[in-house]
């Protein structure tokens, strides 16, 4: 925290041209590494190789892009005089500018180390503060090979740290250390302890979510089937982003059923280094937490379209057709290959579950109807709502919010940089009006 707190005051001093031209060159870097890189997070968290590699190369795109944004919003400033309010004179010039805020904490999760720690990292950069990295006990040494690229580019000592460790033994004392002065993490209800601990601090929270997918009676269901199932079981569920409920009008329910399930059948399940679909779920915790809800549904009658099949951390796609609103599975994010699926007989009633939800990230219709997905889109209490496709994060500089239990702040490229800086405003007072030169 000391050095970044010294490597910052230097580095706010940098050129902007020059802070973006070594963000060039660390992104650079990171695609030439994107081979070791990805076999790191294969081994580490499971992700398919083929999808790891395109994490690294999607990292430094958002690298470069980053850099090309940030030239250009803190480039310029605005200039404001003061006799457009009422009662002033044009005594008073202002000027204001954005400058960082000084040191920024950033904290990713297990699921995307690389690429969710580079979209708070290079705008961080950009912006002119300093950062240090706590990555997630799975996905650290991916992290740090990630971290070495922006080192070999020559960002100066202290500027970037990464520092290791399990968040239950330095997570406090990082979130509460008087020399942060913005926090940018994304992960599970840790944030809302975080959020009550940080203090008067900047904060940026992606906390999760309870993706709804709601589809209509005129919905093309070859889309939507296809949708639900890339949605919500790529990568095992294990994405914020995930389709985590289908609420399907009845009278289509069981043509969209057949449709997800033959796909279902379609997945390859096994170890991610031979680019199956389904691969292991990150800790066995997680999957006794998958396996708990699977069960609450099952003594609740909910209908198993596949049987429940594990090993190990390996848990088979499942889809849970016929749930309702007293099983867990309806409302908990099972960050995993479980997907339900609730009929309802309204669209007023699917609306009223996703807005039921403590979450509020993302959420999705399928309809052929533009006039009918707007309203819901603007009746669904969620920070985005894709129509005709699922939820997804990107492209990386597209805002990206979550309300509720989902988080606060708003990220993507843009709206990260601008959460990142302050406005500095330098006004200059002239002399009285009445005043008149010689």
């Known amino acids: 925290m000391e050095i970044a707190k010294i490597a910052q005051k230097a580095w706010a001093k940098t050129p902007l041209w020059k802070r973006a031209e070594l963000l060039h060159k660390a992104a650079a870097i990171l695609k030439e590494h ?93 912006a002119g503060n300093s950062l240090v990295l706590k990555p997630p006990t799975q996905g650290a040494v991916s992290c740090l090979h990630m971290v070495h690229c922006f080192h070999l580019a ?100 069981d043509a969209l059923m057949e449709k997800v ?51 190990g951390n390996l848990i088979w796609p499942l889809l849970l057709d016929n749930v309702r609103p007293d099983m867990r599975i309806a409302w908990e994010e099972p960050f995993g290959p479980v997907l339900p699926v609730v009929r309802i007989g309204s669209v007023e009633e699917g609306i009223h579950h996703c807005n039921a939800s403590n979450f509020g990230l993302q959420g999705c219709i399928f309809t052929k109807d533009i006039n009918k997905a707007m309203i819901i889109s603007d009746a669904m209490e969620t920070g985005t709502v894709q129509i005709n496709s699922a939820p997804a994060r990107g492209p990386d500089h597209f805002p990206f919010q979550g309300i509720k239990d989902s988080g606060i702040g708003s990220q993507g490229i843009t709206n990260s940089i601008n959460m990142m800086v302050k406005v500095k ?11 008149t030169m010689g």
Do not use: W
């Open 261 to 311: 399930n033959a796909k279902v059948a379609k997945l390859t399940v096994g170890p991610p280094e031979d680019n199956c679909d389904i691969t292991p779920v990150v800790s066995e915790s997680s999957a006794n937490f998958i396996e708990g809800l699977v069960m609450d549904a099952k003594e609740k009658g909910a209908t198993f379209c596949q049987p429940y099949k594990r090993e």
């Open 154 to 253: 020559g960002f100066p000592k202290g500027l970037i740290s990464c520092v290791t460790g399990k968040g239950s033994e330095i997570g406090d004392f990082l979130t509460m250390h008087p020399g942060v002065n913005c926090i940018s993490f994304t992960g599970g209800d840790t944030g809302i302890s975080i959020s009550k601990k940080a203090g008067m601090i900047p904060l940026q929270m992606e906390l999760g979510g309870k993706d709804a997918c709601i589809v209509l009676e005129d919905a093309d269901l070859d889309l939507a089937a296809a949708n639900i199932v890339k949605g919500g079981l790529s990568y095992s569920g294990q994405r914020c982003t995930a389709v985590k409920i289908v609420l399907v009008m009845e009278s289509v329910a």
């Open 425 to 435: 405003s330098t006004v200059i007072n002239l002399p009285s009006p009445s005043y």
């Open 34 to 126: 994107k081979s070791p890189i990805a076999d790191c997070l294969v081994k580490e968290i499971a992700k398919p190789a083929k999808d790891s590699v395109t994490e690294v190369v999607r990292s430094g795109d958002l690298i470069s892009y980053c850099a090309e944004e940030g030239v250009r919003i803190l480039g310029q400033g605005t200039f404001l005089v003061s006799d457009s309010f009422p009662g002033n004179e044009r005594t008073k010039y202002c000027l204001t500018s954005k400058i960082p805020l000084g040191v920024v904490l950033a904290i990713p999760p297990f699921n995307y180390p690389v690429n969710l720690a580079v979209s708070k990292i290079a705008p961080a950069l950009i």
